[in-house]
């Protein structure tokens, strides 16, 4: 079954940019890519909710919106 989604014209460039040749389909590179997001670690699966967790922090770390370990220290008087 196909599945039509939209995307601006800025990200399927960006998207298009990834491909590994003309041929490549957009389904396969968005398989691709989301291979390189973690599904489990050595002990279970990880949630839906983890996963979006994981995805939302490596994107705050990525904008640079960190919290410095003495400045959470000192929140939590320690």
Do not use: C, W
């Not at 973690?38 to 002990?43: I, S």
């Not at 994981?54 to 410095?68: G, K, P, V, W």
Request: hydrophobic share 35%; net charge positive.
């Amino acid at each position: 079954m196909i599945t039509r989604i939209q995307i601006s014209p800025e990200t399927r460039e960006r998207l298009s940019a990834l491909k590994s040749s003309p041929r490549e389909t957009y389904d396969e590179l968005l398989n691709k890519l989301l291979s390189l997001v973690p599904h489990r670690d050595e002990e279970e699966s990880y949630t839906d909710l983890f996963l979006v967790g994981l995805l939302n922090a490596r994107l705050d770390i990525q904008a640079r919106r960190l919290t410095s370990h003495d400045r959470v220290k000192k929140r939590l008087g320690l």
